[in-house]
């Protein structure tokens, strides 16, 4: 019954996005890498501008990497545009280039977890397949548990979302579920009025005899695990990452710089930072495999 009316509803509202148009798993996989922690709308142009420069497997394997961090500009958690190409290279090089089809073997490829390896298995090969991504278990929690109880774990969660998915149609019930976490059942202001399995909801349920009983009881906003509240970031590690990456990027030719001078140069934005804290923050970078540093030279890998 939820399934069937959320599959109908999706079908109906559900946004035209262009990487629901394709069933290409390196263009999932692209899609999905971006979609984690960016907004849907910074990743469309993104996303286009990213496959025009790397269209498969092969031509991002192949990449610099220093240009495949530069095309990664605007979408943050630059690490993410390192494992994308480990991936690409593992792929080409020990799968032919040809996508595993298993959740199992998709777990293994660098950086793909089991949300990331589930949503090339679904979206790209259409298996029915149960996975969670923050939307995801948003709707599950407030349509399946108890709201006077805990939260349940993950898996239990995830076990329950596997009960749900009709025979054949994964694509579009996972499809719609992640809609409807994104624009109706929203984290602090869920839209139930528009929200199409209201009626079947455990916790509109709950909320609606406390209504009648006169004691409010608060919308679940699922803080603990998916939806931290926001640190800040300005004067943070990753605000100084950010920036010093930024800055390698727009050397030409990938020629790097001095450290002092790339020191200099941040802070010159406008937020301090001293010479120890930065070089500890250039060093990690290094260990990250986002910047090479030889003595006080640092530049983007090749």
Avoid at 49 to 70: H, K, N, R
Avoid at 225 to 244: C, D, H, L, T
Avoid at 275 to 283: K, L
Wanted: charged share 20%; proline share 7%.
């Amino acid at each position: 019954m939820i399934a069937t009316t959320l599959i109908q509803w999706f079908s109906a509202a559900g946004r035209v996005l262009p990487w629901r148009q394709t069933r290409d798993p390196y263009r999932i996989l692209v899609s999905e890498v971006m979609l984690q922690q960016t907004q849907v709308e910074r990743v469309v142009p993104k996303y286009h501008a990213f496959l025009a420069q790397f269209p498969d497997i092969d031509t991002l394997a192949d990449a610099p990497t220093s240009a495949i961090i530069t095309a990664w500009q605007g979408l943050g958690y630059n690490r993410r545009a390192l494992y994308l190409q480990k991936t690409a290279q593992t792929v080409r090089d020990q799968y032919a280039g040809v996508f595993p089809r298993d959740v199992a073997v998709l777990r293994t490829l660098p950086g793909l977890g089991p949300y990331t390896a589930g949503a090339i298995a679904c979206f790209a090969y259409e298996q029915d397949v149960a996975f969670m991504d923050v939307n995801i278990r948003r709707v599950a929690v407030r349509l399946w548990s108890d709201p006077q109880a805990t939260i349940p774990a993950d898996q239990a969660l995830v076990t329950t979302l596997a009960t749900h998915i009709p025979a054949g149609q994964g694509w579009a019930f996972n499809q719609a579920i992640m809609e409807l976490g994104a624009t109706i059942c929203i984290a602090k202001t869920p839209q139930c009025p528009r929200c199409p399995v209201r009626a079947a909801c455990a916790d509109y349920a709950g909320r609606r005899a406390a209504d009648e009983q006169l004691q409010p009881i608060p919308v679940r906003v699922l803080k603990k695990v998916a939806e931290k509240p926001a640190q800040p970031f300005i004067g943070s590690n990753r605000y100084f990452r950010g920036r010093i990456i930024d800055l390698l990027r727009v050397v030409p030719g990938n020629g790097g710089m001095h450290q002092s001078a790339l020191h200099a140069a941040v802070v010159a934005l406008g937020e301090p930072i001293e010479p120890a804290a930065f070089d500890s923050i250039v060093t990690k970078l290094a260990s990250d495999g986002l910047v090479v540093r030889d003595g006080e030279h640092v530049q983007l890998p090749q």
